[in-house]
């Protein structure tokens, strides 16, 4: 079940050290049907509702050629996630995890990701489908999904070598 805030049994919680700057900037902001963590789902989904991407001045110019990309990596922060359990029950059975072998957004830097399929750009607005963030979500980053590339380090010896 998702929760708002509380600490459920056996989770642990610290006072995290004071914030410094990143030199962090929003790019953006997303707009989704979802205004409560308990309504939004818990991942997105390739058929989910059209989200809308608005990229803020001076940053539209870097959607040039965005259109040629399927998939997109969407970076957001989740403004309104806890930050301070290093333990965690997601399924608050009284069992815990520690925060970075889960996918909760409950995290020190609250940075959550979706690959999200690019529905249309209308100007400085991408839509999309599969994101599971809420409303007013201030957006980081933006990219091709990286699963459309190609590595390209040129090939070392033993690559092609099979263990035995």
Not at 30 to 44: C, D, H, M, N
Request: charged share 25%.
């Amino acid at each position: 079940m998702v929760r708002e805030n509380e600490i459920r049994r056996n989770e642990v919680a610290v006072t995290p050290p004071a914030p410094t700057d990143a030199g962090l900037v929003y790019i953006g902001r997303i707009e989704t049907p979802w205004t409560s963590k308990l309504l939004a789902p818990r991942q997105g989904r390739p058929d989910g509702p059209i989200c809308r991407i608005e990229i803020f001045e001076p940053w539209t110019p870097a959607l040039d050629g965005i259109e040629r990309f399927e998939r997109l990596e969407v970076l957001y922060w989740l403004h309104l996630s806890r930050r301070d359990l290093v333990r965690q029950s997601p399924a608050n059975d009284g069992s815990t995890h520690g925060t970075f072998a889960l996918r909760s957004p409950v995290r020190p830097n609250p940075i959550g990701t979706s690959i999200a399929t690019l529905v249309a750009r209308e100007g400085s607005t991408l839509l999309v489908r599969g994101l599971d963030c809420l409303d007013g979500t201030p957006l980081i980053d933006l990219k091709p999904d990286r699963s459309l590339f190609k590595p390209i380090a040129p090939e070392q010896p033993g690559d092609l070598e099979t263990q035995a």
